[in-house]
């Protein structure tokens, strides 16, 4: 039987160039939106006490 080989880098180029750079572009804009929402969530506010609370207990355990 005649053909590439399984994971034949040849096989595995089925975009042209500009379409994979386009896909790649697609996939980071989707990304940078998916992170920037997360960011513009914010910390928790119970997330904040709990490193509030660690802080002052390491400052603690320093003094003594």
Known sequence: MAGNPPGDPEKSKTRSD????NANALIATK?????DGII????????LD?????QDAETAAKKK
């Open 18 to 21: 500009p379409q994979r750079q």
């Open 31 to 35: 990304l940078r939106g998916y992170y």
């Open 50 to 54: 709990l490193l509030e609370r660690l």
């Open 40 to 47: 513009e969530e914010g910390t928790p506010a119970h997330l």
